[in-house]
Structure formats: C-alpha cells, structure tokens
C-alpha cells in the first residue's frame, strides 16, 4: 500500500468514533460521557498523520537505497549497525538486502513520532529536498509573497492540535487547576481537526512526488 493509501484506512477508523459519537449524543442520556469519543478520535487523527509521515519516508529511502530515487544529505548521514551492513553486503542485489535496510529503517523510526511540525520536516529531509512547509502553503493556495506567512500559519494550527493530542494522551485532558476538571471539547472542535489533517496529508504527499 501505497502511504497515502494507508492514511485512508486509517482515517477511515477514526470516521467510525465520529458517528459513534454523533449517534450516541443524540440517543443517551448525560450519564454517559460521550464527549470521551471525541477525545479518542482526535488522538485517532493525528495517529493517522504520524504514521502517514512514517511510511512516506520508510518507503521513499528504500527507493533511494533501491536506486529509484535520489539521496539527499539527511539520507546520507543515515546510519545502520554493522549487522544491517553485513545483511545488506550478503543480499546486495536481492530483496534480501533491501529488506535487511528497510527493516533498520523501520526499527530507527519506530522510536520517533512525526506528529509536530518540526519532526515531520526534519523527517522528510530523510527522502525529500524540497522544503517541506513552504511548498505546502503554495499548494494549499498561497502567493509567492504570502508564503512565508501561511506556512507559519499551517505550522502553528498543526502544533496546537499535536498540544491537545498530547493533554489528551499523556494528561488525560485534565486542566492544571483544583478540582482536576477536564478541559472542554466539542464536535465543532473536531470538525476543525478532521478538516485540516484531512487537507494536510494530501498536500504534503502532492508536493513530495511532484518534486521527484
């Protein structure tokens, strides 16, 4: 499957939260606390995002290391373990040795997340020249002089959904005051977020592959 491909499945997933929630706010009484869908379906969003941003760059330097592609300097300066060099040494030329370099790939990025904006374009610098946020802001409309300011805008509204994500996951949505409320959410929140990875994610995958 193709990244992009991948992203849709798992958006797909995350659509089911959306009805879930949408169905239950209109059939239960406020006993039930609905609004935990929501949360579940904004980490569910951006998930989808980090792991978009993990196969377009674990596919894309197996191309490079494949020929098909060429290597940019942060590729470059990739490191292997000397296990994965002798595997690749003793496959050179086989689906061997591709594999034995796209699993240290995988296994290296596997402790990273690609969710702020910053990691996402310090990963795509791994198999893309292009510089990532500015080309976006073109892409999603932007003029030449306006650039600059609309990638910051795209940088900083992605940011502050990874900030939420991350109370969410990590702070349980908890404000820091006493009593421990959690904060507010509501659907029209999660409008905002399905509307902007869902227009994120096609706009960075069109600006990678037309720059190849």
Known sequence: MTPIQIFKSVWERADMLAALHA????????????????????????AALDLYVHELVAQRMLSIHAGLLSPTTKYLSFRVSMETQARM??????PAGLAAFDLSVREQLSYLTFQSPDKIGEAIRLCSPIELWGEVAIFQGASESER????????????????????IAHE??????????????????????????????????????AAD
């Open 172 to 209: 349980a949505d908890l404000q820091p005051s006493i009593p421990r409320e959690a904060w507010p959410i509501s659907a029209q929140d999660l409008e905002l977020v399905r509307s902007f990875i869902a227009s994120l994610v096609p706009a960075i995958d069109a600006v990678i592959f």
């Open 23 to 46: 169905y239950l706010a209109g059939h239960v009484t406020s006993v039930l606390k609905v609004d935990e869908l929501l949360r579940a379906e904004w980490v569910a969003r951006v």
């Open 148 to 167: 600059q300011a609309k990638a910051k805008s795209i940088k900083s509204t992605l940011a502050a959904i990874v900030s939420r994500r991350n109370k």
């Open 89 to 94: 040494l003793a496959g050179a030329g086989t």
